[in-house]
């Protein structure tokens, strides 16, 4: 069992929808990362015989010191259901005990299970106070969560520039999710200076430690010729490397390179490949380019009845995606036709 820290990605930068030789700047799009992990218990031992030994140490009584680290640990057993029954709402409780006996992860967990609503009510404002706390106390995870909540407005006030000095102390903190965010903020220039060299550099430190929405992000850059000569293949072999890790935009933005044949030989039938794991990975405007091949019959057998759905999980995914327009009028469309197809 590999027990981890979890964390949000702040801006992973989108690809445009149109032909990119008129690139458009990049937009942001929250997604969520796993970072940091826990050492695995020791293969001597079962997840239950662990699970005992760290019940123990957690409830400690007969005036031994309670252990959070072992609280904390047992919480990741009852999240995933390791050699214990799954009991979401148990490993919240032991997070939050963790927390409360030392345990800063804990709290950084204890925060994730707020700000989702897993186990527990949905409370953004307790998973910024959970994160704040062990942010306080040099938990990085904690601190790129933290900006996160600030970005969004989520339980505290929408704070660009103190997200960004959290991201910063994030990075600081070695959390390389904290570095990424800290990148996208320059990237993006949101409560800093606009700086691509600097976002490429943060990009670049993030993705050689395996960070695949860096990888992405440093794919856009090169693409789009952001604080660096513009440099297709760089790019096409960023965007392969982050679908490879299921990295939805990075599918999409292979899909699109694929297709209009920067860096690489067009081919159509690839890109629709591409498009169609990128949708299914949840990427609304890959949805949209498949769509409109099923419903014009370009590179694929014309299928009115695929576009139609594919339509409609674009809208679902994202109804303010910058295709969302097209989508809707291309949905009427082959609503459309498909009634007359239908009538005798």
Not at 72 to 96: K, S
Not at 243 to 268: Q, Y
């Amino acid at each position: 069992m590999m027990a981890a820290v979890l964390s949000f990605c702040f801006w992973c930068l989108s690809h445009p929808a149109q032909a990119a030789h008129s690139p458009e700047p990049p937009v942001g799009a929250l997604q969520a990362q796993t970072v940091a992990s826990d050492p695995e218990p020791a293969e001597s031992e079962a997840p239950s015989d662990q699970a005992a030994a760290w019940a123990g140490d957690c409830e400690a009584k007969d005036g031994e010191a309670s252990d959070g680290e072992a609280c904390r640990r047992l919480a990741y057993l009852y999240r995933e259901g390791d050699g214990v029954a799954q009991d979401e709402v148990r490993a919240v409780w032991l997070f939050a005990r963790g927390c409360h006996l030392g345990d800063l992860t804990g709290c950084t967990m204890a925060g994730f299970a707020y700000g989702e609503g897993k186990g527990v009510e949905l409370s953004h404002e307790k998973a910024a106070t959970y994160y704040a706390f062990a942010c306080d106390g040099g938990e990085g995870t904690a601190c790129s969560n933290l900006g996160l909540s600030y970005i969004n407005g989520d339980g505290v006030p929408k704070d660009p520039k103190r997200a960004a000095r959290l991201f910063k102390r994030s990075c600081e903190l070695e959390d390389i999710s904290g570095c990424t965010n800290l990148g996208a903020s320059y990237s993006l220039g949101k409560g800093l200076a606009p700086n691509q060299r600097e976002a490429a550099r943060l990009f670049e430190r993030a993705c050689q430690e395996d960070d695949q929405h860096a990888c992405y992000n440093l794919g856009v850059l090169h693409r789009d010729a952001l604080g660096m000569p513009r440099n297709y293949k760089r790019a096409y072999a960023l965007f392969e490397q982050s679908c490879e890790a299921d990295e939805a935009s990075g599918c999409g933005n292979l899909a699109m390179l694929i297709d209009d044949g920067r860096g690489v030989r067009r081919n159509r039938g690839r890109a629709l490949e591409l498009f169609d794991r990128a949708c299914d990975l949840g990427e609304a405007e890959s949805c949209f380019s498949l769509a409109r091949a099923y419903q014009t019959g370009k590179g694929i057998a014309r299928d009115i009845a695929k576009a139609i759905l594919l339509l409609e999980r674009t809208l679902e995914l994202d109804p303010d995606t910058k295709s969302a327009v097209s989508a809707r009028r291309a949905l009427a469309e082959a609503r459309g036709a498909e009634a007359a197809g239908s009538t005798p």
